[in-house]
């Protein structure tokens, strides 16, 4: 079910209505909890069984580390929903990649087209992580006093429905935010209508849903470009172009997408983490990290570069780590060998950014067109890393830059024009976002919010699916 | 109304203000669309022109290879539902799910087993909201505030019908497609049994309602014409149906820009062809 469909905004609206009855409020968390398995099972009915699976397995696991009483049985226990859910995880995102590699080896007769037949249920890569932030929040909270406490209800049936509601509440399930159970249970309690934000909700709705309707779907029909074989047939200019288009396309799409998902959870009272600040102004590809889907990049720091060891190892060691995580990053993508690339393109730009920092003072002069060479720096490597994104063989993407040097093919200037149309909001979004002060922010008022309306309203691209659904 | 804080009353009555403003520009000036942002686009507002209102007694569909028939081009008995890059099967569908009867159909032979855009006719087929569309002009994906401004722009800078006419062939480009194609339709053809029984019973449920069906081919490179796949393919739909081709003389005088694209020109010329073509065939059938 898309977020910009009839039936969605139908499900809101009815969720809302019954939610804030006063005659049902005990009963807030099943309404949500309904409703979320009515999205969910909207297009893939059949795969509801495993999304209430993994949700169960993840309750009692998580019961079980919080209650046990000896420190291994928590670690066992944390260890099996762990498994679990990584087990999960590859069996139904990664086994069409080893049905490739069995099929290319050609041993095992019937096996290869088996595990490429494996269906991906949507969704899958975020909520088994948001499973494994409960196992392993639950047992830190044992042990790490310095980790964020929430308690587990003694009652078993209540925890199972709290962790129910958590894995599968519906904004956030199949593109994230990827949310902490540290930050989610907390806030598991009766709402009430007249506390709800709703102009905050509005103001991220509409930004949102502007950014995906009229950017991201309307930049999509131009990108459409960049697909084999047809980009070999245009100049260098279009091709970069292109380039810039879908990398702006790529920012709106998932940056709407969670705006869209956090404005929504507001409304039944609900705060989910930010997943965007602004990443295409980042000074240095850290700093990029810190603003691009920052749900999963503080879920990959605090679930498994930490735990590496993160900075506290020998120089080399933090260079591995870096290198591991991102790999992996790269490869919770998709099961594609592109996506480890691409993991592997931005290990690498971190890891020569480090060396590069230890060695020289040059980041620690601050000037304002340094700062403005070091945006474009990292936003043309970032950008060109998208071509891993959205070219689905590799040798294609190198084809494209290849086709950037040395084509001598035609201007697509209606193309061009039109990314610069579409492009030009986000340019402006972001320019906003450098020159605003705390008591001036030039986008906040009433006129340019009714204009994002009455453009969504008279023009918004054909619907497309979030690029983040697949994942 | 300070326009310059944010005030939840003031948004919705500006939005107000500003779509019952467009509204009413639409209905009174009726602007001209010539340019559409992407193809896309540009095939939804066809869909619906056609669906809304223009409705010729003579329809024809194909791929983008037709589409360069413009209406423009065209008298008004014919109608081109041509989508680029789509199929026949997008044209017989909508044709048949507006519930109009043609008198004729013209189906363009050359990429007739591509997947109906399945997408697009949900679109402008959405329960209940593709009839209020009709009414809502602002609703309708042709008077997008952009394509009003680009169409404006190409009416005001754009080139002319005598400059497009004038339009000289990029042989770089050409030849660089055209070896693109060669690769693509040496590939052997493989029947979708699925389509051409979509494509079989489309064309029953029109001749059973009285409509002539037609197929044609559009011109193309020579050097593509007996390509292995395009001559299975013409065997394909020779073997299963018998309806009358449309046989247009003389196919190499016209240019292709790419090898099976026609040239503005061409294209120009050969809709003359192609309807006096088939008003003689009317003629010969009575």
Redesign the interface.
Known sequence: MLFNSFPFLLLVLATLIVYYNVYLKNYQVHILIISSFVFYAYGQPYLLLLLFLSSSINAIASYKVYYSQSKKKKKFYAILGVSFNISVLSFFKYSPLFGVIVNDLNSIGGIGEFLIAIPLPVGISFYTFQGISLVVDLYRSNHQSECPLFKVPKDFKKHYINTLFFISFFPQLVAGPIVKAYQFYPQIKTKYFFDVEFEDAFKLLTLGYFFKMVIADNLKDQTFWMAYPYFESFSSLTLITLLFGYSIQIFSDFAGYSLIAIGIAKLYGYNLPQNFNYPYISRSFSEFWTRWHISLSTWLKEYLYIPLGGNRVDKTRVYVNLFIVMLLGGLWHGAAWSYMVWGGYHGGLLIAERYFMQYTSFHTIQNRLLDGIRILFVFTLVTLGWLLFKLPEFWQAVLYVKSIIFSTGVHRKDVMMMIFFYSLPIVVYYANYLMRSEEKNYLDNSLIYAVMLFLIITNSGSSGEFIYFQF | ????????K??????LL??GI?SLLLMIIQPKVIMF?????KN?SFAQEFIYGNKAPNIIVGSSMAARMKNEFLSEDFVNLSFAGGSVLTGLQTIKKSGFIPKTIYIEENIIFRDKDQ?LID?VF?PL?WKVKKYIF??QEK????NII?SKLKGSYGKSHEEYMKEIR?E??YK??LM?HKKNLIMPFILDQSKLDNLKSLINYFEENGTLVFFFEMPIAKELENSAQLKRQRDIIKNNFENEWLEIPKLNKYMTE?GIHLMYKSAYTFSFTFQERAESLLEEIK
């Open positions: 109304m300070n326009l310059f804080t944010f005030n939840f003031n948004v919705i009555s500006i939005f500003l779509l467009y942002q992407n193809i896309q686009q939804y997408k679109a959405y909201w602002v609703l008077y997008q505030p952009l680009i990029n770089h480009i660089m497609n693109i790419d």
